[in-house]
Structures are given as structure tokens and as C-alpha cells.
């Protein structure tokens, strides 16, 4: 049995489908946030976009940058809280985030319970029920959206203690978590903050009281934070197999192996080490875990080398674009491999428990990958190269001040100017085609149409405070440059 898991509506959204009212239309909605670095060399301007996009999109043009699948829906508020206890600030900020996604994403909820009319591209009305297919975040986001705290699970019921248990828990469902917080709400008021984060920490959660996805019709925090490649494998292979392995080996050791690694063309090559890395990123993180195993061979014990390799195999496995029923257990097995050689990397004395959450996640993926399809389609690689589209380019190009305002006034001009050039692209083919359609019916064989006329359209947009460098006419310039005959010859080569 075989199955192809980048395609779209996904398997789980058939069978929502029959819930829908006949010929209804499932848009499952992507969103993604993080924060981001808009000033440049120096300030320390963060902003914090919210990206949207289509799960009904093909994964394979939803992972190209170039096809823009991701929009900005809002920028959300990064407030600085005066109060004198860290924990209470933390608690403030957290809940100011749900307050503005309540306020942002009010209109998918109802779209999400009642349904709502849209126009398709063909201008066909269709009636649309828009539930929560993924949210794509890092670790830290994922407790934030989930309302967890730090020592527990975002999907399942593990804590701190179960996190290296070789089976999956069970799901951590919306209602367990509602109830959680009315229980903590009916002993303290969330306005006595100090009492409040205390109730609310026994519970193991994060002191969110009104959740962004309650009430949100057909999704749950345990179907949409699914496992992301980028920070749950590729920074997780950087922040413990890694650290594992410099351990075991050594430090000048490792480093020594991997400069003298000859590497082919087209590969990363390592010739000072990894321990002097600055500035590692997800390209980093790969090219590292292609040479790891080879580094450290001869230098560790067998089970250890067994169990890297095993959660290094995981990795891969976990990111092929299909799946098969053999696939799935292979996938399943090789993360089975590794929870039966671990404790030798405990008796390296490099761990000494396995209160690793991402660790916990990884029994998340096969269970995910047959409900929601390929991990590899909800990657962050995409999502963080959007924000130099959306919000980067657009902050460098106003004048320091006003981030925000300048960023929504920038594309909102710039998506007005795209849709008045699709209208005068498409405009001059309609009418052609009505012209030639006419003549076909009037004229007789042999006589040719005379060209249409088409008035010409002057557009004046609203000038922007874009700093755009003077156009240099390059043809007059090169007329007065000197001709190449007559330059000298340099003399070195007389």
C-alpha cells in the first residue's frame, strides 16, 4: 500500500469532509509565526509576522519561495511590560498574543463553524469551512500556542520524566486543556497574577486563559503542531548528537577528523572543525550530519555509534516526500533502534536523563505523517525565507521610523500595483479575442482583421519613501567610454 503524502486536501480533510454539508468546499488553513530581526547592523527592532496560506495548495509548489504561498495576515504586538517579576511579564506578554489572535483570526473561526461564500478563480461562488490544518513554529512557540508549560508535551500527555519512554502517549486534546485552565481559573483570579501562575503551573500549563484556537471547529492543538523539520530534527541533531559525540570523542579530536575529511564537489567542507562555527544555520546543521558518523567511527563504542546512527537514519527517513506501509516501519524501527542502544551514550556519562522534549516528539511523527501527510511540507526553511519578502525588504526600504505602518502601507501599494498589471495584461487579450470572435462571424474567408487600437493607460500611484537608486542610462554611458583597442595592455603581461 502506497500513498503519496504531499498532495492536497490531505487524507484527515477527506474524512472531515463528510462532516461538511454536501458540496461544501475544506480550506485548511497554514499559518506560521515567529519573530524576526528587522534592523540592521545595530537597533534591535524585532518584528513578529504572522504568515497565512492554503493547505489545499501541492506541496511541491507550496515549498518554493519563488511562489509566494505565504502572505503576511498580521504583525502581532511585542510589548514591554514594567512589572518586577520576570514569570509575570512572561505571563502578560503570552496573553497579549492570544488577545491579538483572538482578534485576527475571528473570521476564520466563523468561517470554520458556519461557513462563508468565496469567490474561485473562475468566479464560481462556493460555500467554505476554513479549520486549522497546521501551525508551523519552533519549540518554544509550540508550548506558547499548545498553553503547556516547559516540562510537558504540546500534543501529548508525557511530562518531563516520560520524555524518553520508547512509545507515543496519548494526545494532550483541547478539552483536557480547557478543563486544566476553568480548574486553575475557579481558584484564583488571572488578575492575581502571582497566585494565578502558581495554579496555573501545577496544572502544567503556561497561564493562557482564553486560547486563540477556542473556539476554532474542527482542529485541536494535538492534529495542528506537527513536527518541523528544521528545528526538530536539523537543531536537534546540531544541539545533542553533536554535543554527544564532542564528548565522547574530544573536542580536538572530533575537530582534527573533520578537517581532514576529503570532501566531493558540491559538498560542505569543514577544514577548521565545528567547534569555531558562528552563526550556524540549518545548511550547517545538514552538512554536518552528512560527515558525523564518519568522524566519530573507531572513536566511540559500537552501541553508541548505533544508536547516532539510528536517530540519524530517523532524520532522513522522516523527510522523504512519500510514504509506504513498509516505509512507515522502517521509520518507526529506526527510532525503536536508537531507544535500544541509548543507554550507551549514559554510560559515556555524557547523559545523565532524557529530559529532552524534542526527543518526546519524535514519537509524533508517524502518527502525524499518517494523519496530516509528509512532515517535510510544514518545514519553517520556507516560512523564514518569507520573511525577507514580506517583512525585511519592506523595513529596509522606509526610513527607520514607524516599522510596522510602513511594512502594511508598502504591501498593500505593491499588491495594488500587481493587480492593476494582471488587469492590463488580461483586459487587452479579452478584447482581442471579442474582436476576432466578431470578425469570424461577419467577415467572409480570406479578408484579414485590422489591428485594434487600444488607448493607452497612464498610471499615477502615490509616491513611497523608498530610498531607489537613480536608473543610469547604460548605452550613453558606454559612448564615452574609452574603445577597448586603445586601452594599455598591462604590462605583466606585455
Not at 501529548?156 to 485552565?181: M, Q, R, V
Not at 570523542?249 to 572543525?273: C, M, P, R
Not at 525565507?385 to 517583512?391: K, Y
Request: some cysteine.
Amino acid at each position: 500500500m502506497s500513498f503519496d503524502c504531499l498532495q492536497a486536501p490531505m487524507m484527515t480533510y477527506l474524512v472531515t469532509q463528510e462532516a461538511l454539508p454536501q458540496g461544501a468546499t475544506l480550506l485548511g488553513v497554514v499559518l506560521s509565526d515567529d519573530k524576526t530581526n528587522i534592523s540592521v547592523m545595530s537597533g534591535n527592532r524585532m518584528a513578529y509576522p504572522l504568515l497565512i496560506s492554503l493547505a489545499n495548495i501541492n506541496a511541491h509548489l507550496h515549498n518554493k519561495a519563488s511562489a509566494h504561498a505565504y502572505l503576511l495576515l498580521t504583525l502581532l504586538p511585542i510589548a514591554k511590560f514594567t512589572h518586577k517579576t520576570t514569570h509575570v511579564r512572561s505571563l502578560l506578554q503570552d496573553q497579549l498574543v492570544h488577545q491579538a489572535l483572538n482578534v485576527v483570526l475571528s473570521p476564520l473561526k466563523t468561517a470554520a463553524s458556519m461557513g462563508v461564500m468565496m469567490s474561485d478563480p473562475r468566479g464560481n461562488l462556493r460555500y467554505c469551512f476554513t479549520p486549522l490544518a497546521t501551525w508551523i513554529a519552533d519549540m518554544p512557540k509550540e508550548s506558547l500556542l499548545a498553553g503547556t508549560g516547559a516540562k510537558v508535551s504540546p500534543v501529548t500527555t508525557a511530562t518531563s520524566k516520560e520524555f524518553g519512554d520508547a512509545y507515543w502517549h496519548s494526545p494532550c486534546t483541547a478539552a483536557n486543556t480547557l478543563a486544566a485552565i476553568r480548574r486553575a481559573c475557579s481558584q484564583y483570579s488571572p488578575t492575581d497574577y502571582k497566585n494565578f501562575l502558581k495554579a496555573m503551573k501545577q496544572l502544567q500549563l503556561n497561564g493562557i486563559v482564553e486560547p486563540c484556537w477556542n473556539p476554532w471547529a474542527l482542529s485541536d492543538p494535538s492534529d495542528f503542531i506537527t513536527p518541523e523539520v528544521l528545528h526538530h530534527f536539523h537543531r536537534m541533531s546540531w544541539d545533542h548528537d553533536v554535543k554527544w559525540c564532542i564528548i565522547a570523542t574530544g573536542a580536538a579530536e572530533l575537530d582534527f577528523h573533520f578537517s581532514i575529511i576529503q570532501t566531493l564537489v558540491g559538498y560542505w567542507a569543514f577544514n577548521k572543525g565545528v567547534l569555531k562555527l558562528k552563526q550556524v544555520t540549518g545548511r550547517d546543521h545538514r552538512a554536518v550530519q552528512c560527515y558525523i558518523i564518519a568522524a566519530v567511527a573507531g572513536s566511540v563504542p559500537r552501541k553508541f555509534l548505533i544508536a547516532i546512527r539510528a536517530l540519524l537514519n530517523f532524520h532522513y527517513l522522516a523527510q522523504v516526500p512519500s510514504f509506504t506501509t513498509q516505509s512507515l516501519e522502517k521509520v518507526a524501527g529506526s527510532l525503536q533502534e536508537f531507544h535500544d542502544h541509548k543507554e550507551a551514550i549514559l554510560r559515556q556519562g555524557i547523559q545523565c536523563d532524557w529530559q529532552i522534549l524534542k526527543l518526546e516528539l519524535l514519537q509524533s511523527v508517524v502518527p502525524s505523517i499518517r494523519q496530516l501527510g509528509a512532515v517535510m511540507q510544514w518545514s519553517a526553511d520556507i516560512t523564514e525565507h518569507a520573511h525577507i519578502n514580506e517583512i525585511k525588504v519592506l523595513a529596509c526600504a522606509g526610513n527607520n521610523q514607524n516599522y510596522y505602518s510602513q511594512i502594511a502601507r508598502h504591501l498593500d501599494r505593491l499588491d495594488k500595483w500587481i493587480n492593476v498589471g494582471m488587469t492590463m495584461k488580461i483586459s487587452p487579450t479579452q478584447a482581442r479575442t471579442k474582436n476576432m470572435n466578431q470578425w469570424a462571424r461577419t467577415t467572409s474567408p480570406g479578408i484579414l482583421p485590422q489591428p485594434i487600437e487600444f488607448p493607452t493607460i497612464s498610471l499615477s500611484l502615490p509616491p513611497f519613501s523608498a530610498r531607489c537608486p537613480p536608473l543610469r542610462n547604460l548605452i550613453a554611458h558606454s559612448q564615452h567610454q574609452q574603445p577597448v583597442s586603445t586601452l594599455p595592455l598591462n604590462p605583466r603581461y606585455g
